[in-house]
């Protein structure tokens, strides 16, 4: 079974925070998202083409704190103490039409299939009970979305495009990785000691790095 590629995720302590570092960046706005009811975080958006979107994801300060850990491993103190420093791209998600037999098809544990909701939107997603993903974030949560239609088709084109994903991680890891369809955008596995997640996108500006590249 193969997968698509669906989106990125950049987490920061506060959406406005976020935002304002993606934008230095990538040159343009994003677009609002919303709250995650029961899961303690928000969003926001920014279409990146191709069937491919970014989602800034932070904490959500007006929800009382969650029964479990906040997905993408917010809730760590490894994290936390990174997102002091700056924005980071934390994670990716894959795609599929029949989640339950994507995920038997795994060679990880990506946690159980859970459903959720936003707005008119509905998904069901892997998540893993501690709220970490799997392989430092470097093997992707599955997603399966029942709604007619994708996210990235709501937001506006501002002409940022995902050129390229580099992925690092110990060969145990790399091992485990499961083919996935990402058009016109370059994935590479890299084997290094350490995990790490690097999007090259292409701007207004000219092509920008987000997250750092781990050598080889």
Do not use: K
């Not at 995650?36 to 928000?42: A, E, I, M, N, S």
């Not at 926001?44 to 300060?61: C, F, K, M, N, T």
């Not at 590479?188 to 920008?208: F, H, K, Q, S």
């Amino acid at each position: 079974m193969s997968f698509e590629l669906d989106h990125l995720v950049v987490a920061a302590r506060s959406l406005d925070e976020g935002e304002a570092w993606l934008r230095e960046r990538l040159g343009v706005p994003l677009q609002p998202g919303g709250q995650h009811p029961g899961w303690g975080t928000h969003n926001r958006l920014l279409q990146l083409g191709g069937g491919v979107y970014l989602e800034l994801i932070a904490p959500d300060p007006s929800q009382a704190a969650p029964a479990r850990p906040r997905p993408f491993g917010l809730d760590t103190p490894e994290l936390q103490r990174r997102l002091a420093d700056a924005p980071q791209l934390v994670h990716w998600i894959v795609r599929t039409q029949d989640i339950d037999a994507a995920v038997r098809s795994l060679r990880y544990r990506c946690g159980p299939v859970t459903p959720m909701t936003r707005g008119a939107l509905r998904w069901r997603i892997t998540v893993p009970p501690d709220g970490q993903p799997a392989g430092g974030g470097v093997l992707p949560t599955v997603i399966q979305w029942d709604t007619p239609s994708h996210p990235a088709s709501l937001l506006p084109d501002q002409g940022v495009r995902l050129a390229g994903l580099r992925l690092s991680a110990p060969a145990a890891v790399l091992a485990m990785r499961p083919p996935v369809d990402a058009a016109a955008v370059t994935i590479e596995w890299v084997a290094a000691p350490a995990g790490g997640l690097c999007a090259r996108v292409a701007t207004a500006l000219g092509d920008v790095l987000i997250g750092e590249p781990v050598a080889g």
